[in-house]
């Protein structure tokens, strides 16, 4: 589909102007489970007068379906609202967040800013790895090894099958070897948490390639003299941009969420500390999980919206910009 | 002329790619190969190699007896209901859940707030979805005091079961539900109102259109999302840790009690053992999950 709605396909190749191609940009994968988008069904808004087929239901049960689940789902978030305001002699302040940031508490909360350093070090790192580990590779192989295609994506989505616990029981003697050689400082870890976020990143970065034609791009930019580097970067990045950047948001939040790998290897990360801070002070680990479960929500929000943007811009056809 | 340029640049293309030798392309796979190698094949390697050793590294089967254990036996029981019954729950709120959604338009704002909604519960809650139900139903959590000020019951009165498995059940089914959405969601939108139509202009009725096509249609996706429900539950370890610190009714804390101590059950290698145990269970989990997954893209295209 995103063939038919390209304009000016050899153009685009040209190093110095990246930029038109990125209209087939890809959908951001949303941290779907099946990759397969449904097609924008042009159909749904019923503007010929004729049967009103729709299969969506009816406004009503719509919104009692969506009012009871999500009065549901509201409850335990709004509980810890609700728990983290309460005064410690009855009534309700704020006097839980403000102890937050009382230098007085410094030592009482901080691991949670040991924590919270550890996981920003590791979100950074897992970061890396996939920009320049795992997006190198899949460019190769598409350009390359067409028929690793399959074996690559059974390999990056293996670790949805393997549960975290299981890992950590093969982790354990390798990070005591990674310990020896170069200490157990915390961002090691991102090694094992590269591989965890390997399917969310895969197939967020794989639905960019699909949507641009790598190879005509490379080619193009390599018969005007470009080298392997500036393709990479001039011309093959800045096409994938929606692609790189969901992957990395969504290796963030995977990153910042991890508790099972951190707590078994003992190794401090936001999640680890929030879990210690809990049995102290309860208030302030639930502050801080409302904090971060926000902060989660609009990282996933942030993709979802980028993904939107480059699908309409896919799918209404390019007016040419003379 | 686009598709004669494109023919142009392939034919130069396939020129180039027959005079260059590839081997520094191979070259190019060998990090991530490396380290895929290293930490994913070496971890699962070991964890499923493990339970098969002794303490002194000869191979014996020895160990494997651990799994007749009552205690293991059990924990796997409890870790199958609780999967079972979780995702069963998950899978039909959800799937009413995705239904309504699409009252929406795709790509409208509320079905990308349900989308981020639904991708932190699901994926990213963990130890933060215990916390939630602690101040939920905990000891001095908001619906247990509203239950015993306001109704007199006293919803504990057989003890705290919210930090044992039964206490498990409604934290699961919280990232169950959105699970199901962020993967049946897709192929409910992906019905064709075509299809609808087709069945009203040939004389059937809309309940024709769900028994007869949306229903069968939609039959393996529900399944194939129920599998991956399953294998979510199951292999789920930071909120059940977070909420029981000492138990160890379902598998993946009876891994943590064998990690953490030496011997279990007078045992070696336990955590190894059970690791196998999940891997099995896993595998023939996420086996299913596929070949349903592949029927069910058939209607996806």
Redesign the interface.
């Known amino acids: 589909m995103a063939g038919l709605t390209r304009t000016?396909?050899?153009s685009t190749g040209m190093p110095g102007t990246p930029d038109a191609a990125a209209s087939a940009a890809a959908s951001a994968a949303?941290?779907?489970?099946?990759p397969?988008?449904?097609?924008?069904?042009g159909?749904?808004a019923p503007r010929s007068g004729r049967?009103r087929?729709?299969?969506?239901?009816?406004?009503a049960?719509?919104?009692v379906?969506?009012g009871v689940?999500g009065l549901v789902?509201l409850?335990?978030?709004?509980?810890?609202v609700?728990?983290t305001l309460r005064a410690t002699g009855g009534g309700y302040d704020l006097s839980h967040y403000t102890a937050l940031l009382d230098p007085a508490n410094a030592g009482k909360y901080a691991p949670i800013w040991r924590g919270l350093q550890g996981s920003f070090l590791l979100a950074i790192t897992t970061v890396a790895?996939v920009l320049f580990?795992?997006a190198?590779?899949m460019i190769?192989?598409t350009l390359?090894?067409p028929k690793?295609r399959r074996p690559l994506e059974f390999?990056c989505l293996?670790?949805?099958?393997?549960?975290?616990?299981?890992?950590?029981?093969?982790?354990?003697?390798?990070y005591l070897a990674i310990g020896r050689a170069v200490g157990t400082g915390v961002w090691t870890l991102a090694?094992?948490y590269?591989?965890t976020v390997?399917p969310y990143a895969y197939r967020a970065i794989q639905a960019n390639l699909d949507a641009i034609d790598v190879?005509?791009l490379t080619?193009?930019a390599r018969?005007l003299g470009a080298g392997w580097g500036s393709v990479l970067l001039k011309v093959l990045a800045p096409n994938l941009r929606v692609g790189l950047l969901s992957a990395s948001l969504i290796s963030v939040?995977?990153v910042?969420?991890?508790?099972?790998i951190a707590?078994?290897l003992n190794r401090q990360n936001l999640?680890t500390a929030?879990?210690v801070v809990?049995k102290q002070d309860?208030y302030v680990?639930?502050i801080l999980?409302?904090l971060?479960?926000l902060f989660?929500?609009?990282l996933?929000?942030l993709?979802?919206?980028v993904g939107?943007a480059a699908?309409?811009r896919r799918s209404t056809p390019r007016k040419d910009p003379t | 002329m686009t598709s004669a340029v494109h023919a142009g640049v392939g034919a130069v293309d396939s020129g180039r790619r027959r005079r260059r030798a590839p081997a520094p392309a191979v070259l190019g796979l060998l990090p991530f190969g490396a380290y895929v190698v290293v930490f994913l094949a070496l971890p699962t390697g070991i964890a499923l190699a493990s339970g098969l050793f002794t303490a002194d590294g000869a191979f014996t089967l020895d160990n494997l007896a651990a799994l007749t254990d009552p205690v293991i036996l059990g924990a796997f029981w409890n870790s199958t209901w609780l999967s079972f019954l979780t995702a069963a729950i998950g899978a039909v709120v959800g799937a009413a859940l995705s239904y309504a959604m699409l009252g929406f338009p795709e790509g409208g704002r509320a079905r990308a707030i349900v989308d981020a909604a639904s991708g932190v519960l699901a994926q990213f809650g963990g130890v933060m979805l215990a916390f939630a139900f602690i101040a939920t139903i905990g000891l001095q959590g908001v619906v247990t005091l509203l239950l015993q000020d306001a109704f007199g019951i006293d919803i504990f009165a057989d003890g705290a079961w919210i930090y044992e498995l039964p206490g498990l059940v409604l934290p699961y089914v919280y990232f169950q539900v959105p699970l199901m959405v962020i993967t049946f969601l897709p192929a409910l939108a992906g019905l064709k109102p075509q299809w609808l139509e087709a069945t009203l202009t040939l004389g059937g009725t809309r309940a024709a259109f769900w028994r007869k096509v949306g229903i069968p249609v939609l039959a393996p996706s529900f399944l194939a999302s129920f599998l991956l429900l399953i294998a979510n539950a199951f292999s789920s370890y930071a909120t059940a840790a977070a909420l029981s610190s000492q138990g160890s009714s379902i598998v993946p804390l009876q891994i943590r009690t064998a990690l953490t101590s030496e011997t279990v059950l007078g045992r070696e290698n336990v955590a190894g053992v059970l690791a196998l145990g999940m891997i099995v269970i896993m595998a023939v989990v996420m086996t299913l999950y596929a070949l349903v997954q592949r029927r069910a893209a058939r209607w996806q295209a």
């Open positions: 000016g396909a050899p949303a941290p779907t489970v099946t397969a988008a449904p097609s924008p069904s159909a749904r049967v087929a729709t299969i969506a239901p009816r406004r049960t719509t919104w379906i969506l689940v789902f409850i335990p978030i709004a509980s810890m609700e728990f790895i580990l795992l190198p590779t190769l192989v390359r090894f690793l390999l293996l670790p949805l099958s393997i549960p975290a616990i299981v890992l950590v029981v093969g982790l354990a003697p390798i090694f094992a590269g591989v390997l190879r005509t080619e193009a018969s939040a995977v910042l969420g991890e508790f099972t707590s078994l999640q929030l879990f809990n309860p680990a639930v999980a409302l971060a479960l989660a929500f609009l996933l929000l993709i979802g919206r939107t699908a309409l």
